[in-house]
Every structure is written in structure tokens, then in C-alpha cells.
């Protein structure tokens, strides 16, 4: 056949999506989620839009963190470079906070700032040892609870499992890793063994040494008009293990822990010199680290009775810590240029265990019922504290202060699904519903009372809420489903937007608690189209999500009339609404011809827009239009290449609010960028990776990056890399 009949043969076959593929070909499978729908479904069977990318592919694309390994998703982007790393995660133009970030399960800690010299973000763990990363976009209260106003994100662990294969009792891997964006070095490896056919275990351990995010250059100079990124040292260490204990085929008892621990040094030179005519900074270095220890137990099971066929109980342990310290010498102004020298460490801590259950039940007959239940616990103690040092002429004054009182948070949670299939109808209605309850107790102590002043009123807070969704689903044929969902998201205020507080009589303002502060809601509804044949599949869908009551911190809100200051809070803002259409697709061409075997493509595109319903502002965090192509050639899983091209058009000044203080009133252009990547296996679980990024040595900068950022020097020092090299070797075993 000649390739032009080929060609022929896969237009064709791409248009007749509603055929079966032939006997020949490859049958897709699609992956399994965990936390999408606490129950293990494939994807073609859940109503609503959920991206899972697997290890292969995070392998694939060369990929160091998470932050990579969600670049090639469709309607997310994220904010990570500069001192703090990965602060933030955007789904849908629904940023912070409302994003749950789970890891196993377990609540990774919200992100949390205060001034400038404390932000800590939510960089607490690495891929190593991570077989799938989950993106659930949109509200997922009804299963997920407080926080998932906006979608959640989940990484999931490998178990003993995923490296014993075909009954060994030992194995393992080991790996190495090269980045030129960063020149960073990463290392590491896992080994399980199954010492008994009852036991068996694992434990992995990785290390990562980057430098600053490389850019395409400019003024290597001290000061504000420094362009290129501030020297900056990063090292991390991340082991995790795991011991499971099968006493029959009912019955699975795991136990797991690891640590996270990252380390971050950074010159910061661009805040070198003049500074609000008070301060000359000759010398500016911050030193970071962030810490997650973690512990669980684990239980699952099969019962086969009346109420559950299956189900889990896990419990865990976990404390995640954040320090920023800073040093700042120079000189002050008003004192006569008289030497000085700053100091800021910034601490906070959350230590959260709980506990949850969850029971599966199905029952036949004409309408066949699949049950998830179940309930969760949660108690979190957090606290943050921060430490001056001021030394001018000689002569020190230091002193500890809390901005926010320590607080206990109790969360409980019960929650139902049930998905019901009609019989042959291909018609399927999944109800869910969830109840929580929230409690913050606020805990001050004398630091605090020192720091906010004896006119400040704390305030506890509770709130009880339930969160709907409905999903449908309809089986046109085996390979198209429609599917549409209604659900529902909170967000439970946070400690510090509950009881922020600070007084500074010396410049006439403070921060007051708002006992009247009510929880964040949203209520979205999406509709979609998946199909999967063996060579074409895609999932087309649109959306629509109206959210309620968004906390902004730091509103002005007057005098207070007890101590005359200006008064800042924590206010609840109208209501606001994004919408927007995505597009998954790739092609099998091996389905088509056997001659074309191992050639694919994938697609993925996202447009979002939206507004702020009370003076039709636009939404500063949504992103453009944007998305990537990709085309890979495998060879029997022996060598192959692959190239993706990643866009985003430009942001329109128009599209930007400039009555957020937070965000730029200005947009960014559009840009292209193509990576080429490539493999070769010389032997048996021999494999050596290697890639070129950003091949045209574009210039450009992502929203996610940009939006926070006020003016073009800073916008240049934090763009992204020109072209960069990255290469990695991995030897399973």
C-alpha cells in the first residue's frame, strides 16, 4: 500500500468514530481512577471531566515534578518559579486554596502567606515512586468535601505490586535524571521484595540538586531592573515506604510512611539597593525549607454481606512544616545611613490525623445499583509564628509575634453514591450527596495578643453543609457515551482569613476577624461527549460553574471605631461565573494498518472564559486559550520519539481586572513552543531518555506565571527557559 492510500485509510478511519475497530486492531484501554469516584472506574464510565496521566507518560515527557507532569493537561495551569516554588495550582481559572491537592488520600497543607516574607506553598512531594496523577475538574464536594470547590488533584502510589511482575519476589528500579532548565541532577530508586507470600514490601528514596530556573538573559545586574532569575540552590530528599501483610485473598493490611524534606537558598539580588527610600540593601538571602512526614494504615477488604461486598478504613498521621527565613543588610535612611541588618523567620506548622471509611455495595437486578459510602474524620492543629530581629548602629530589638491565632479544625463528613444502570437502556444516573461539618477553635496565646492588640475579637467558627451532585451517562454504542453532571462545591474559611490580625499604630491600620465571614459555594453543570474505538478517541466537553461568596483577605472596610485605624478583613464578594469548552483526543494509527503500528497523536485543547456577575469584571486568573499537540512513534517498545508543540494565544489587556491589587492590569502575548523527545531500550528494562525543550528558543512567560506579576522586569527575570537538554537513564529490575 502506498502512503498515500494510507493516509486515506486513516482519515477515514478517524471520521467513522461510531464503527467498531476491526478485528486486527488494538484495543485502547482506558486507565483506572481512584479518587475520581472512590470507586476503580474507567474513565469511559465517569460523568465528568477527569485527566489521569500515568507513569509512562510523566517517563515519556522527562518529567521532574508536578508541576511538568500537569503542563500537557488541558484548563490547568499553576504558579512556580522564584523563591517559593510551586505555590499554586489552577483549575479552570479557580486558583489556591479551592483546589484540594491529595496525596494517597491524604490532605496536602493549603497554601498559606503572610507579607513578604512568608509563603508557604504546597511543594511537598516529588514523583518518584508515583504511578498516577489525577485531575478531577470542577466541584467534587459531594465526595471530596471542603476545599474541592474548584477540582481536586491526586497522586497515587505505587505499591509492591506495581514492581513484582509475574510472581517475583524481588524487584525494583533505579534512575537518574538530567534538566537543563534548571541544571538540575535528580537520582534515586525503589526496590519491593515479597520475602513470603503473605508479606511484601517496598521503600524508595530519591534526591533532587537544581539551581534557578534558567531564562533567556538580559541584565545581570543587583537591583530592581535585574532580569535574570536570583542564584538560587534547591535539594530535596524524599524516601517513602510501604509493608503489607495478605492473611487470605479478602484481606489486605498495609502500612506506609515517608518524609519530604526540600531546601531552598536563593541570593536575592534583585532586591539589592534602594527599597521605598527607607532601606539601601546591600546584602538579601533567603533560606527555605519545607517538611512532610506522613504515616498510614490501611485496611482493605471483602466481606460479601448485606450491606457492603467491599470497602477500606485508613487512618493516618501527618505534620507538614514551612520555614522561610531572611537576612537583610544594608542601610537605613532616615537614620543617617547607620548600618542595619533585618531578620525574618517565618514558621508554619499543620499536624493533621484522621480517619475515613468507605464501603462498596452492588445489587443486581432490572436496575442494577453500585453504592459508595461512607465517612470521614479529620482533626488538623495549625499554628504560624513569626520572629524579627532589627539591628541598627549596633543596637538590636527583636521580637516573636503571630499574625493569626494557633487553631484546632474538626472536619466530619458522610457521604453516599450510588450509580444506577438501566439495563440494556445505556442509560446510567449516578445521585450523590455529602454532609460536613466544620469547626475552628481558635487558640491565642500571649504571642498573639501581643501582636494584634487587646481590642481584636477572635472568633470560632462553624458551619455544617450538604454538597449534591447528579451525573448521567448514556452508551450510545460500545465506543460513544454522552454524559452530563450537576455538582456542587464549599470552602470552609481558613484559619487566617477567619482570625488575620495586626495592628500598626505607627502607620494607622490594622486587621480585624469578620465573625460574619460565610463559606465560599459553586454550583457547575457540564455536559460531554467520549468516545474510544481501538484508533480515534476523544473526550469533547463544556462547562459552566457559578461560584458564591469568594473570600478576598485584606479588604479595607474603614475606620474602626474603637482604636480609629484603618481597618483591613476578610469580606465575601458577589457571585461570579466561568465557563468554558476542552477537547482530549488522540489517534491509534496502528488500529488502521498494521505498517502504521506504534504511530499516534494526541491532542488537547481548553478555552475558558468568565466575568464577576456584580460589575462584570473580568476573572484575572483564567487563562488563555491554550494547548498542545503531540505526535510519537513507538518500535515494539525498543526505541521511539515523540514531539509535542504546547500554544497559548495572547491575553488581552481587556481580560485582565485591574481592580484585583494582586493581579497585573496588563496581558501577555501568545507563544508556541515545540520539545522533541526520544528512547531507546538496548536490552531488558534498560531505558535511556533524552529531550530537547523549547526547540525554537522562544521567549515567553504562561499566565500562571504572569498574572501576579505587576511589571515587565519582573515578568522577564521569571520567564520561562530558552532551549534546554534533559536526559535520563532507568534500569528496572
Known amino acids: 500500500m502506498n502512503p498515500r492510500s494510507l493516509l486515506t485509510c486513516a482519515v477515514l478511519a478517524a471520521i467513522n468514530t461510531s464503527a467498531s475497530a476491526t478485528a486486527g486492531s488494538a484495543e485502547t484501554l482506558a486507565p483506572i481512577t481512584v479518587s475520581a469516584a472512590r470507586e476503580d472506574s474507567p474513565l469511559a464510565k465517569l460523568a465528568n471531566n477527569i485527566r489521569v496521566t500515568n507513569e509512562a507518560e510523566m517517563q515519556q515527557n522527562l518529567n521532574v515534578n508536578v508541576k511538568d507532569a500537569l503542563e500537557n493537561t488541558p484548563g490547568v495551569s499553576f504558579d512556580g518559579s522564584g523563591r517559593y516554588g510551586l505555590s499554586d495550582i489552577t483549575i479552570r481559572g479557580i486558583s489556591g486554596n479551592r483546589v484540594k491537592v491529595l496525596a ?5 497543607n493549603s497554601q498559606f ?15 518518584n515512586n508515583i504511578k498516577q496523577l489525577e485531575v478531577i475538574k470542577g466541584p467534587v464536594s459531594s465526595l471530596h468535601g471542603s ?13 509492591p505490586d506495581d514492581y513484582l511482575h509475574d510472581g517475583a519476589r524481588f524487584g525494583g ?7 537543563g532548565r534548571d541544571s538540575g541532577i535528580n537520582a534515586g530508586g525503589a526496590i519491593a521484595a515479597a520475602p513470603h507470600e503473605q508479606w511484601d514490601g517496598l521503600i524508595a528514596y530519591s ?18 531592573a535585574r532580569t535574570v532569575p536570583d542564584p538560587q540552590r534547591d535539594n530535596s530528599h524524599s524516601v517513602a515506604g510501604q509493608i503489607r501483610y495478605k492473611p487470605n485473598n479478602d484481606h489486605t493490611f498495609s502500612l506506609s510512611a515517608g518524609v519530604y524534606h526540600n531546601k531552598r537558598d536563593t541570593n536575592v539580588q534583585s532586591s539589592l539597593g534602594n527599597n521605598m527610600n527607607i532601606y539601601n540593601y546591600t546584602a538579601y538571602r533567603g533560606a527555605d525549607s519545607q517538611q512532610r512526614t506522613n504515616a498510614a494504615l490501611r485496611h482493605n477488604f471483602t466481606i460479601r454481606n448485606p450491606f457492603a461486598d467491599s470497602g477500606y478504613w485508613h487512618t493516618w498521621w501527618q505534620k507538614q512544616d514551612s520555614t522561610q527565613e531572611t537576612v537583610m543588610d544594608g542601610t537605613l535612611q532616615r537614620a543617617g545611613n547607620a548600618a542595619t541588618q533585618r531578620y525574618r523567620k517565618s514558621e508554619y506548622a499543620m499536624t493533621d490525623s484522621g480517619i475515613e471509611a468507605q464501603f462498596n455495595k452492588t445489587i443486581d437486578g432490572r436496575v442494577r445499583q453500585n453504592w459508595v459510602y461512607g465517612l470521614t474524620y479529620s ?7 513569626r520572629h524579627t530581629r532589627d539591628s541598627v548602629a549596633g543596637r538590636a530589638n527583636s521580637s516573636h509575634e503571630k499574625n493569626a491565632p494557633d487553631s484546632v479544625i474538626d472536619q466530619f463528613g458522610v457521604f453516599a453514591q450510588n450509580r444506577l444502570s438501566f439495563g440494556g437502556s445505556g442509560v446510567s444516573l449516578i445521585p450523590g450527596l455529602r454532609y460536613d461539618y466544620y469547626r475552628l477553635n481558635a487558640k491565642p496565646d500571649t504571642s ?12 470560632n467558627y462553624r458551619e455544617d453543609h450538604f454538597s449534591f451532585r447528579l451525573g448521567s451517562l448514556y452508551d450510545i454504542s460500545n465506543n460513544h457515551t454522552l454524559y452530563a453532571n450537576y455538582a456542587e462545591g464549599f470552602r470552609a474559611p481558613a484559619f487566617n482569613e477567619t482570625n488575620l490580625g495586626f495592628e500598626n499604630p505607627q502607620q494607622g491600620y490594622s486587621y480585624i476577624a469578620n465573625p460574619s465571614l460565610k463559606p465560599e459555594k459553586s454550583r457547575g453543570i457540564e455536559i460531554g461527549w467520549r468516545s474510544d474505538n481501538g484508533i480515534l478517541n476523544h473526550d469533547l466537553s463544556a462547562y459552566y460553574t457559578r461560584y458564591y461568596n469568594f473570600i478576598q483577605s485584606q479588604t479595607n472596610i474603614g475606620r474602626n471605631p474603637q482604636n480609629g485605624l484603618i481597618a483591613f478583613t476578610s469580606v465575601n464578594l458577589p457571585s461570579a461565573e466561568i465557563y468554558g469548552v476542552e477537547l482530549a483526543a488522540g489517534v491509534n ?21 468568565g466575568k464577576n456577575r456584580s460589575d462584570n469584571t473580568p476573572i484575572s486568573s483564567i487563562a488563555p486559550f491554550s494547548g498542545h499537540i503531540g505526535v510519537n512513534y513507538d518500535v515494539d517498545e525498543r526505541w521511539g520519539v515523540g514531539t509535542h508543540w504546547r500554544f497559548a494565544t495572547k491575553k488581552a489587556d481587556k481580560d485582565v481586572s485591574s481592580t484585583d491589587p494582586r493581579n497585573t492590569a496588563k496581558g501577555i502575548g501568545g507563544y508556541g513552543v515545540w520539545d522533541v523527545t526520544g528512547y531507546y531500550r538496548p536490552v531488558k528494562g534498560l531505558t535511556a531518555r533524552a529531550g530537547v525543550f523549547n526547540i525554537l528558543d522562544k521567549k515567553y512567560i504562561t499566565w500562571g506565571e504572569a498574572y501576579r506579576l505587576g511589571d515587565e522586569i519582573s515578568r522577564t527575570r521569571y520567564s520561562a527557559p530558552g532551549r534546554w537538554f534533559g536526559a535520563s537513564l532507568r534500569y528496572d529490575f
Open 104 to 108: 494517597n488520600g491524604q490532605e496536602i
Open 379 to 385: 482533626h488538623k492543629d495549625v499554628d504560624m509564628q
Open 207 to 224: 534526591y533532587n540538586h537544581a539551581e534557578e530556573n534558567k531564562n533567556h538573559g538580559g541584565l545581570n545586574v543587583s537591583g530592581a
Open 448 to 459: 498573639f495578643w501581643h501582636t494584634v492588640g487587646s481590642s481584636y475579637q477572635v472568633s
Open 147 to 159: 476545599d474541592a470547590i474548584g477540582g481536586v488533584v491526586s497522586l497515587v502510589s505505587k505499591t
Open 173 to 179: 528500579s533505579v534512575f537518574t535524571q538530567y534538566s
Open 113 to 127: 502567606s503572610f507579607g513578604p516574607f512568608q509563603n508557604a506553598g504546597r511543594e511537598y512531594m516529588d514523583l
Open 589 to 609: 494509527f496502528g488500529g488502521i494498518h498494521p505498517r502504521l503500528q506504534g504511530l499516534s497523536t494526541d491532542l488537547g485543547l481548553a478555552w475558558t472564559d
